[in-house]
C-alpha cells in the first residue's frame, strides 16, 4: 500500500500570497498523484489530476509539480474563496489513497 | 452535465445491513468505472470500493473487504453499495465518484453524499 504524507495540517494566508502544499509517497507513483478541493460542506472538487493537468475551468492560479514521491501544489495570488481543505491522492496502485488534507484559511 | 445522486443513508444499528445507491445521470454511464469514498465526521477522505464499467472487476479498501460490495445496474444508471456487519466506525459521509475514463483512476466527478450512522 502507498502511504501518502501530506503537510501542512493547515495554513493560514492573507490574500494575494503564494500558497504551498506538500504529498509525498512511500512508494514511487511516477506522476499519478491528484488534487481535490474541497469546502465546508461540499463534496471534493477534481482540480488537478495525473501529469500535474489542470482540469477544465479550474484557474490557471492552480498548479503543481512532481514525480516519483515528491509532489508539489501550489496556489499563487490565493483568494478568499479558496478557503477549504485541500486533499492529494495517488491513483498508481489499490487502494487509492489520499493524503490527510491541508486547511487553508484566509485572513 | 454530470449528476451523481446517492440516497439510503440513515441511522443503523452495529451488526446490521444497509444499502446505498447512486443514481447517475448526464454521461454513459455503462462506459465509466465508478467507486465510492467515504468521510468520517472531521476526517479526511478513505476510497472504499471501485467497480469496473462492465462490473466484472471490484477493489476494496481493507477496512471494508468481506463486509461491503459494490454492485451497479447499467440498465438504469445506478451504482450500489451493499453494506452488512456495520461498525461504529463506518459512520460517515458516503460519495459516489466517477473514475475518469480510458483506465484513470483519480475521480472526476462527485454526487453530494449521503450520511451513514451507525449507533445504537
Not at chain 1, 63 to 78: A, E, K, L, Q
Not at chain 2, 43 to 63: F, M, P, Q
Amino acid at each position: 500500500e502507498t502511504t501518502v504524507t501530506q503537510s501542512p495540517a493547515s495554513l493560514s494566508m492573507a490574500v494575494g500570497e503564494k500558497v504551498s502544499i506538500s504529498c509525498k509517497t512511500s512508494t514511487d507513483i511516477d506522476d499519478d498523484m491528484n488534487w481535490y478541493q474541497q469546502k465546508s460542506g461540499e463534496a471534493p472538487k477534481l482540480l488537478i489530476s495525473e501529469g500535474n493537468t489542470l482540469r477544465p475551468g479550474v484557474p490557471s492560479r492552480f498548479s503543481s509539480s512532481g514525480y516519483g514521491t515528491d509532489f508539489v501544489f501550489t496556489i499563487n495570488n490565493v483568494l478568499l474563496g479558496d478557503e477549504g481543505i485541500y486533499y492529494c491522492q495517488q491513483s498508481d496502485n489499490v487502494p487509492y489513497t489520499f493524503g490527510a488534507g491541508t486547511k487553508l484559511e484566509l485572513k | 452535465e454530470v449528476q451523481l445522486v446517492e440516497s439510503g443513508g440513515g441511522l443503523v444499528q452495529p451488526g446490521r445491513s444497509l444499502k446505498l445507491s447512486c443514481a447517475a445521470s448526464g454521461f454513459t454511464f455503462s462506459d465509466y468505472n465508478m467507486a465510492w469514498v467515504r468521510q468520517a465526521p472531521t476526517k479526511g477522505l478513505e476510497w472504499v470500493a471501485s467497480i469496473s464499467y462492465g462490473g466484472s472487476n471490484t477493489h476494496y479498501g481493507d477496512s471494508v473487504k468481506g463486509r461491503f460490495t459494490i454492485s451497479r445496474d447499467n440498465a438504469k444508471s445506478t451504482l450500489y453499495l451493499q453494506m452488512d456487519s456495520l461498525r461504529s466506525e463506518d459512520t460517515a459521509t458516503y460519495y459516489c465518484a466517477r473514475h475518469e475514463n480510458w483506465g484513470y483512476w483519480y475521480f472526476d466527478f462527485w454526487g453530494p453524499g449521503t450520511m451513514v450512522t451507525v449507533s445504537s
